[in-house]
């Protein structure tokens, strides 16, 4: 019972840098992991990105590091993903995901924000 709310994708230029947020309501945003999840048409859904719930451990898929950044902020029950250098394979549309630390299952989902790149 984990409300998820995407924001802040849009369209952007290839080089240009994007935030997105995810802002989390119904339960304690601290008992989850939070990730970043994208999926372009006609693609199964990837992972992009974790962070632990204390924010201590992070990790990414290996065609982001170093471009991409998440990072949450447990006192507004808020995750972030920052997006720099982006690039036209990185067009999808992103979402927010919570895993519970008990399980490792990604439990609840948003409903996505589109991000496009051009060239």
């Known amino acids: 019972q984990v409300l998820l709310v995407e924001s802040g994708g849009g369209l952007v230029q290839a080089g240009g840098s994007l935030r997105l947020s995810c802002a989390a309501s119904?339960?304690?945003?601290?008992?989850?992991?939070m990730g970043w999840f994208r999926q372009a048409p006609g693609k199964e859904r990837e992972f992009v990105a974790r962070?632990?719930?204390?924010?201590?451990?992070?990790n990414y898929v290996d065609s982001v590091k170093g471009r991409f950044t998440i990072s949450r902020d447990n006192a507004k029950n808020t995750v972030y993903l920052q997006m720099n250098s982006l690039k036209p394979e990185d067009t999808a549309v992103y979402y927010c995901?919570?895993?519970?630390?008990?399980?490792?299952?990604?439990?609840?989902w948003g409903q996505g924000t589109q991000v496009t790149v051009s060239s």
């Open positions: 995901a919570a895993q519970a630390i008990s399980t490792l299952r990604w439990d609840y």
């Open positions: 119904g339960r304690t945003f601290s008992n989850y992991n």
């Open positions: 962070i632990s719930w204390s924010g201590g451990s992070t």
